[in-house]
């Protein structure tokens, strides 16, 4: 069965220095997601891609952090510079065209800033 | 923000007993999901019920939907260790593209 593939899985960094995440969807799938989630609460939208195209980032630090979709498969999600408040999941959905309804997620991301 | 808060934030059970969770959101909404967690990993998808829709099954998930109360619970029955997760509610808020909103979360511990 098809996957979405996050990684690295544990990334541990220091505040101030910049940290990259990668996600794979479900092949076929036009909607992206990335989700940032503190401990103990639920997923909380930081961007989506339609295609290559960003949909929603109203969520997003744009000071500090950048989303891209280049090709429109694959997406990377960067931080820069890291801070200690950005300790958290970073979770990666995607939904097959015409069916946004149901999100298909990832394993995540955990990092951690020191 | 998030929408919704669920009730209650833990719950912990003997295996075989029923398990029943709440959530209650405040926007109008096109539909309600339910999605299951396990420690550290990601979200699977259990449930969608449509506004127009007051209960739906699936295996031994039940979800009812109250849209007049703006609330919804999701009755796990004959609970199995293996249910050991945290579940999470989430409304699409009346948008149409995708974005969901997720409620705070209940963690369920079944003890064998």
């Known amino acids: 069965e098809a996957e979405v593939a996050q990684s690295p899985r544990y990334k541990i960094t220091e505040k101030s220095q910049a940290v990259a995440f990668w996600c794979d969807p479900i092949?076929?799938?036009?909607?992206l997601y990335w989700y940032r989630q503190i401990l103990g609460q639920g997923p909380e939208l930081l961007v989506q891609?339609?295609?290559?195209?960003?949909?929603?980032d109203s969520q997003l630090p744009k000071d500090r952090f950048s989303a891209e979709r280049l090709k429109g498969v694959d997406s990377t999600l960067k931080i820069q510079p890291a801070e200690l408040g950005d300790s958290a999941m970073y979770l990666c959905?995607?939904?097959?065209?015409?069916?946004?309804?149901?999100?298909?997620f990832g394993p995540g991301t955990r990092l951690t800033v020191l | 923000s998030q929408q919704g808060e669920e009730d209650p934030q833990a719950l912990s059970i003997q295996e075989g007993e029923n398990a029943t969770m709440n959530c209650s959101y405040k926007?109008?909404?096109?539909?309600l999901q339910w999605y299951r967690q396990n420690s550290g990993r990601g979200l699977v998808h259990l449930i969608l019920?449509?506004?127009?829709?007051r209960e739906k099954h699936s295996g031994r998930l039940r979800v009812t939907l109250d849209t007049s109360k703006k609330s919804s619970s999701l009755l796990i029955t004959a609970s199995r260790a293996a249910d050991t997760a945290s579940y999470f509610c989430?409304?699409?808020?009346?948008?149409?593209?995708?974005?969901?909103?997720f409620g705070q979360g209940t963690e369920l511990s079944v003890k064998p």
């Open positions: 959905a995607s939904s097959p065209p015409g069916l946004v309804d149901t999100q298909y």
């Open positions: 092949s076929g799938h036009a909607t």
């Open positions: 891609f339609q295609d290559e195209s960003v949909v929603d």
């Open positions: 926007t109008s909404i096109n539909n």
């Open positions: 019920i449509r506004s127009n829709e």
């Open positions: 989430a409304t699409d808020a009346g948008n149409q593209g995708g974005k969901l909103i």
